[in-house]
């Protein structure tokens, strides 16, 4: 049988191709099964296993129920990163939330008298709202302001007891108000007496719902004083209280404060009262017992604006004098002082006469005080502003009274031993009526002759004074300036004794190390504009060239930081120096921590070279050999 070529070929064809089909079709299943696998496993992994995929082709359907939008767009991100983002399609659902937020239902009742306002949010009943009903029925004769709202939603658990407690009470007072919400009551109110506070607590706790929180402030008014007293004295030694009034919480405990440090020590009181006649009552009241304690004798009263102070002739002079001038410079403005010592005996020849003075007193560090009388307002500010000028406004401390029968020339001579004082380091100026007393220490050695110009040109030539003046070394600034080596010392015993760390690895300083940077700029500051090297150090641990680099920041770190305080720093040398100069064995933890450091190195100048004699110069000689040449001849130095 002969076979047709043609038919051979058509059915080989055929065949080829359903083949091809078949093993396509094969491949193609084998796909879809490890895809659906690698996705299902990435979302079991990523706990979504709500979702769930089919295949479709060679691309995979994403189905189910997302619980929130972002957990779908969570799905889509996984199925990405297991198969390219074009071969996903979705059909997943995410269900709309349609349930509300109950809303925070809240009622403030306000009444003053007969005006009662209503304001806050509350749940629509059936009856349509009988809260202002019921206010009505409680209180026939007030005037309501209806500022509610309404929300369609159930009642709140405790929300209809807590309206039958807040109109029930709204009735039991005049002035007051009332805020609740479901669970907790908050009551205000004024009342006559702590008495009926107290009486009105119990009524409203007896009625209040026990499901509730019950919070209440009853306040009763102060009363008015009139006037607005303290009165206080001593009597036989001890700090007696007659009276005592304060306008507010912290001006009671203002002058209980200055009675105690007084040395009052028996129980009093101060009540709280309406009528003070300045806002400044406590501080006024304040610094009038601290001047009475000065005394330790006298009496005191306050009666609103007027301030009397009495003394005893046995308080000095110049005590009564000091105490009257610092309280009159220092009671605030809406109040006016009364000053009186009483007189001596008629038999009482070696009591103190009282004779006019002024005292002031400079201290070591700085302080002026001023005490003793002048003239009038209008000089003590004089003084006052003159000395600040010379002393520091801050240092200045005016305590001296007012005198209006002091001697011709009081003022002039007051600013004179001002201008004495200024030329001392500490000392004190004395002015009497017939002479003038300037003593005190001066670190410059030309003092004592500046205080007699400076008294003579105030005073004139036949001015009665005395200066008698010290002269200390120690304060010479001159003799005391310091030298390039001791600031060196100075600094390296800072050093030394509490290092500059640094954070591992790191270049910013701790924290720590900020009193030590504080106390090198401030011996930086004294000394001058020096040259210092400023070395950092680290340890062995690490490359080399990492250590140079951290090293070398550290050290700039510091030069950056006494900048910031205001160290003038361009001769200032920063060098990082890494591990190269260990002081220690970096072996141990120990040596490790030594070697990491910050070193200050005064930067001397080159010593100049000593020039040799002539005559001996003259007979050095040097030897030199020419290379090939066995010959050594003699050459002159050049």
Known sequence: MTRNPLLLSVAAFVLAVLLALGTATLLASMIEKRTVAALTEAFDAEGLTWVSVTPDGL??????????????????????????SSRVSEDIVVPVSTSLVAPVFRIELMRDRNDVSVIGLVPRTDDGGPILDRIQGVLPDAEIADMLQMAEHAVPGGWVGAVDFAVQALAMFDVGRISLTAGRIEAEALVESPEAGAALETRLRAI??????????LTAPRPVAA??????????????????????????????????????????????????????WGQAAALSIEALASLG?????????????????????????????????????AFSLTARRLDPPVDAGSADDGRPELSMILTAEGALTISGRLPDTRIRDAVRAFAQARFGSQAVEMAARIDDQLPQGWSVRALTLLDALSELHH??????????????????PDAATQ???????????????????????????VAQAPTPESCEARIRAIVSETKITFDPGSIEINEQSRP???????????????????????????????????????????????????????????????????????????????????????????????????????????????????????????
């Not at 972002?70 to 990405?80: E, H, P, T």
């Not at 001890?238 to 203002?254: H, I, K, M, N, P």
């Not at 036949?462 to 010479?476: G, M, R, S, V």
């Open 59 to 84: 691309r995979a359907r994403l189905a189910g129920t997302a619980p929130t939008e972002s957990a779908r767009i969570r799905a889509l991100q996984v199925a990405g990163g297991v198969i390219d």
């Open 227 to 280: 006037p607005f007293m303290l009165r206080a004295d001593f009597e036989n030694g001890v700090l007696r209280l007659g009276a005592c009034s304060a306008d507010t919480e912290q001006a009671q405990a203002r002058i209980r404060a200055a009675l105690r440090d007084a040395g009052m020590t028996a129980r009093f009181t101060c009540n709280l009262a309406l009528g003070a006649p300045s806002p400044r």
């Open 451 to 477: 205080v007699a110009q400076a008294l003579v040109q105030g005073l004139g030539a036949d001015a009665e004074f005395t200066a008698n003046i010290t002269y200390d070394e120690l304060l010479d600034p």
């Open 427 to 444: 000392g004190s100026a004395l002015l009497l009526e017939d002479r003038i007393d300037v003593t005190g220490v001066s670190g410059n």
């Open 208 to 217: 209040a719902p026990t499901n509730q929180v019950l919070s209440l402030q």
């Open 516 to 638: 030590v940077i504080d106390a090198i700029a401030e011996v930086l500051r004294n000394c001058g504009e020096l040259p210092f090297e400023i070395a950092g150090h680290t340890d062995s641990q690490g490359r080399d060239e990492t250590n140079r680099r951290l090293s070398q920041g550290r050290a700039e770190a510091v030069v950056n930081a006494l900048m910031a305080r205001r160290v003038l720093v361009s001769s200032l040398v920063p060098r990082g120096y890494g591990a190269d100069r260990p002081v220690a064995d970096n072996g141990t933890p120990e040596g490790r921590e030594a070697n990491r450091r910050i070193e200050f190195t005064l930067i001397r100048p080159e010593p100049e070279p000593v020039p040799l004699d002539p005559a001996l110069e003259a007979q050095l000689e040097f030897e030199i050999q020419t290379p090939g040449d066995d010959a050594i001849r003699p050459r002159p130095r050049p």
């Open 297 to 333: 004798a006298g009496s005191l009263s306050l009666s609103d604006g007027d301030v009397s102070l009495s003394a005893p002739n046995s308080v000095p002079a110049a005590s009564f004098d000091s105490a009257v001038g610092r309280l009159e410079s220092r009671l605030p403005q």
